[in-house]
């Protein structure tokens, strides 16, 4: 897409000169990000997942073994801050976390730009920057803000790699995706996409490229079945789980509930879980519409126990990116061979927690928010230029 001649004059100075530009992005993300926790507060350490983390750290540094290799990447990183300062200290994790938090905003601006043009990575890395969910859970001490950094690396080596093709850039992105993965299992469901995604801007035949892409379309159709014949029904009986674990999620899933959608969290009980595999055992159309409810209440602008207020905000600034995230996916036009790995990561997030677990917490959704924020960024882009023209084409008359 040609950039408007408009467009072009406000961002010039940026033009000639990207590393201002690059500072200036760091520079607003660093104060977002103090202004809104120093009006909104920081986490205390009473979390539960908190309290998890500092105390596997703890036992880290001990020598004690670990009861769980869970987030074992966010306990590395609180150990080596513990080890460098002598103590988890909050204010320097407050540091961290805006510190961390704006590198993933500028970040977003590289990913925008080699996906698109700069003009998106600088949109992109604005809606980064505000995004009222994003400010928000920088303010907490948990994987969420590592794990976003390294998540938009991984996207940005790998976006990087589909224009030079070059070795370095893949090592990079296996790299930073396995760091990635340890910060948080859950992006382990990305290696699907990866695989696919990498093997298909590498062959450019129509044919092998078809048999992918219905390959691909073959296993989404039939998750339903494989998951119900093959993980469900040799289950008959159990009433644990093994934490951590591809089939651990299925059963807990298994337990989750519209109704347990509440401020205390989904209401887990392993005495059901006998019943629920018998519910499901083999019958895939029941267990595809309890996908659907969980599609549903993941995608929600907002859930039940919120304000009125919160909701407001939420449907204000979620349903407008939402909105041009569409567009910008529809008219990636040339661009779609690196655009549709944004769009396989989405819908493999999403599909991990319509066979998991979808929580009231926001946070589990962010990933698929920040990588929105990419999709959003063009349509800006798009429609901006759009409108730029329509009004050149009305003075021309």
């Not at 396995?178 to 298909?200: D, H, K, N, Q, Y």
């Not at 519910?279 to 929600?300: G, H, N, T, V």
């Amino acid at each position: 897409m040609k950039i408007s001649s408009k467009l072009t004059e406000i961002l010039n100075l940026f033009d000639k000169n990207e590393h201002l530009a690059v500072l200036l992005i760091f520079v607003i993300a660093v104060l977002t990000r103090c202004i809104f926790l120093n009006a909104h507060g920081f986490s205390n350490f009473k979390a539960g997942d908190t309290i998890g983390y500092i105390s596997l750290s703890k036992d880290l540094l001990a020598g004690k073994p670990l009861s769980t290799y869970k987030a074992f990447g966010f306990v590395v990183y609180l150990s080596v801050i513990s080890k460098l300062t002598g103590q988890i200290d909050l204010n320097t994790l407050r540091v961290l976390n805006i510190l961390i938090g704006s590198l993933t905003v500028v970040v977003m601006y590289f990913v925008g730009k080699y996906l698109y043009n700069k003009t998106t990575g600088y949109c992109a890395a604005g809606i980064t920057a505000f995004h009222l969910n994003l400010l928000y859970w920088t303010g907490f001490i948990l994987t969420e803000v590592p794990f976003l950094l390294f998540l938009s690396l991984v996207v940005f080596y790998l976006m990087k790699f589909s224009r030079s093709k070059g070795y370095r850039d893949l090592l990079m992105a296996g790299i930073v995706f396995m760091i990635t993965c340890s910060i948080r299992g859950i992006a382990l469901v990305l290696i699907v996409p990866i695989v696919f995604w990498i093997i298909f801007i590498l062959n450019k035949n129509k044919g092998s490229r078809l048999i992918l892409v219905s390959l691909l379309s073959m296993f989404l159709i039939s998750l339903p079945v494989l998951i119900t014949d093959q993980f469900i029904s040799p289950q008959k009986g159990t009433v644990a789980w093994a934490e951590g674990t591809v089939k651990g999620e299925v059963l807990r899933g298994l337990l989750w509930d519209e109704k347990g959608r509440a401020t205390t969290g989904v209401d887990i009980k392993p005495e059901n879980l006998p019943l629920k595999i018998a519910q499901y055992d083999k019958d895939p159309f029941r267990y595809s519409q309890l996908m659907i409810e969980k599609l549903k209440a993941f995608w929600w602008i907002y859930t039940p126990e919120m304000s009125i207020n919160h909701k407001m905000i939420n449907c204000l600034y979620l349903v407008p990116l939402y909105i041009l995230a569409i567009i910008g996916l529809f008219f990636s036009g040339e661009n779609w061979e690196r655009s549709s790995l944004i769009f396989l990561f989405i819908i493999f997030f999403t599909l991990a927690c319509m066979v998991g677990i979808v929580d009231y917490d926001g946070r589990y959704h962010l990933p698929v928010e920040l990588l929105t924020n990419i999709l959003s960024a063009y349509g800006i882009c798009v429609v901006m230029e759009r409108k730029w023209k329509n009004n050149e084409n009305s003075l021309n008359r």
